[in-house]
């Protein structure tokens, strides 16, 4: 990215919230939240140009010229919940009960615009260009071309919820909690798109967890349950089904040197539809676990985690026929140029996550204090995003199964802290991560970015593209980094609270690689497949002071 084509970020906003805690009785507790909350987040181009159009190279992979995105994105939203608590003793056990209702009306003023109402983009590899254009925009090719003045758009929603709970002691030993939540809620489109509904759903999630203590002796728990979450939607819906900005791509003509080869329209009232029968996403999760005190104030623990989501909202593409290989459009099913994409919950738009947690932890005596942690999981699926690029092109179907951006097989922690004379204290925490994975993505010729996979998510295709025997699976370096803190406490020797605190992160000053091109771009390029685009912060300082009265 040249320094003409940066973006700038204005992020920030206000919460405001009233609560009441109430008791009513000996036994009864009544508590309630009422809440407001506005955010506002504004990307812009750094050059402040709204005039100036920006370009992207597809062939070097650069931006040049001027950034391509003009924001305001604002969202309200007001809540109010409240619950009620009751402590009941000596019915078949102790009990204790909480009831609650959850309500929330939210809003969202979406204004995009683009600069210049165009966006071009280049061709032309390191070599084809002269110094001049590898400053600033490379030989034409496309340009797609917005209405003016960009487009705003209001949509809102509102959720209801009601939940009932109880932890139940049977006996001495053994702790059981039920639980069943219902959940309502529903979004609209902007007015100008008719204010329809876009889903009305009524879920009931049933919860179960079980604690024991199986030698009664309060050092032993082994604990499980089952529980069952539902996805109550969200106004990122509503905004994908009202209309967009509408635009019309255009090819470089070299013969009339202009911009008049007519390629594709989209956006507009008709870009979008909606599928019949949407369902609120679910996420089933079984735990089972134990722990065990190994001496005073000090514990191990093991626990397995699975977790199932499924009917991710997801939208696919409905109007396009695509060649064999899937990189090129070869027809358009309802006879005119453009893309259409329907929302929907469907099955294949899922995620599978398994993981063993096992922990050492040390609670503050004898002057210290310890934790350790390493979890072993596995993460894969189709998409764990929204309307993502999942099942836009059929031909790319096949690809789309496999370990997701947070696969982290290996994940270690250890902190410890050990308190010294005269209020001194002292920590650190050594922190191990493996590398997430990462695919090699090609050209696709109709959208003209690299959008495409030739191997399973998480796999580099080989040479051969036709022979899975040659497929590597990619992954980011491990990292490992190192944290300190000096904390002291001068309240023996000023009578007051006070704090001085020096934090010291990445200590070893490892620089471990963010960032990996794993774009398949042609030679002559000013990066390749495989290089290192970004890499962690140095080791950073920072002092403190803090007064507690």
Do not use: C
């Not at 329209?265 to 190994?294: C, N, S, W, Y």
């Not at 802290?417 to 204290?425: A, E, K, N, R």
């Amino acid at each position: 990215m040249h320094p003409s084509a940066e973006r700038q970020r204005f992020q920030g906003g206000v919460k405001l919230a009233g609560i009441s805690e109430t008791t009513l009785s000996e036994d009864l507790l009544w508590r309630t939240m009422l809440g407001y909350g506005t955010n506002r987040l504004h990307i812009f181009p750094m050059s402040g140009r709204l005039d100036l159009p920006g370009h992207t190279n597809n062939d070097t992979g650069t931006d040049t010229v001027n950034d391509t995105i003009n924001t305001d994105d604002r969202r309200y939203r007001v809540q109010l919940h409240s619950s009620i608590t009751y402590f009941l003793e000596s019915f078949l056990g102790d009990h204790e009960f909480k009831t609650g209702i959850e309500g929330a009306v939210t809003w969202n003023t979406d204004t995009d615009a683009v600069p210049g109402d165009m966006i071009f983009t280049d061709r032309g590899t390191k070599e084809e260009l002269t110094a001049a254009q590898l400053s600033g925009a490379g030989l034409p090719d496309q340009v797609e071309i917005f209405e003016p003045g960009g487009l705003t758009t209001t949509v809102w929603g509102n959720t209801f919820s009601a939940y009932l709970q109880d932890v139940w002691r049977p006996f001495r030993g053994l702790t059981l909690r039920p639980g069943v939540r219902f959940d309502s809620s529903r979004s609209y489109n902007d007015a100008a798109d008719g204010g329809k509904e876009i889903y009305n759903f009524n879920n009931v999630s049933p919860r179960f967890g079980v604690a024991w203590d199986p030698f009664g002796d309060n050092k032993t728990v082994v604990r499980g349950g089952y529980f069952m979450y539902t996805e109550t939607g969200m106004l990122t819906l509503s905004g994908f089904l009202s209309r967009s900005a509408k635009s019309k791509t255009f090819k470089f003509n070299p013969n009339t040197k202009k911009y008049d080869l007519f390629v594709r329209e989209d956006g507009g009232p008709g870009g979008t539809e909606v599928k019949p029968g949407l369902k609120a996403p679910t996420m089933h999760e079984f735990t089972a676990g134990i722990a065990r005190e190994i001496f005073d104030n000090a514990a191990i623990s093991a626990d397995f985690i699975y977790r199932y989501k499924s009917n991710y909202f997801e939208d696919d593409e409905v109007n396009l026929q695509w060649n064999r290989a899937g990189d090129k459009v070869i027809g358009f099913r309802n006879g005119q140029q453009r893309q259409i994409y329907s929302l929907g919950t469907p099955d294949e738009a899922y995620t599978r996550y398994m993981g063993l947690d096992l922990a050492f932890e040390k609670r503050l005596t004898d002057n210290w204090q310890a934790y350790v942690t390493y979890t072993l999981s596995r993460l894969e699926g189709t998409t764990d995003t929204p309307i993502s690029a999942v099942l836009d092109n059929p031909r790319q179907a096949k690809f789309e199964t496999g370990f997701l951006p947070d696969d982290v097989r290996h994940n270690a922690n250890v902190t410890l802290s050990y308190d010294l004379p005269f209020g001194l204290q002292v920590g650190g925490t050594a922190s191990y991560r493996s590398g997430g994975p990462y695919s090699k993505m090609f050209k696709n010729g109709f959208y003209n970015s690299f959008s495409d996979r030739r191997a399973q998510r998480g796999f580099n295709p080989g040479d051969d593209l036709d022979d899975p025997s040659d497929d590597v699976e990619l992954r980011f370096p491990d990292t490992f980094n190192i944290s300190a803190r000096v904390a002291w406490r001068l309240k023996e020797l000023t009578t007051q609270d006070i704090w001085l605190i020096a934090d010291v992160s990445n200590l070893l000053s490892s620089r471990p690689v963010t960032s990996i091109e794993n774009r398949d771009l042609p030679p002559g390029s000013p990066t390749e497949f495989g290089d290192e685009l970004g890499i962690g912060s140095p080791l950073r300082a920072s002092l403190a002071v803090r007064y507690t009265f």
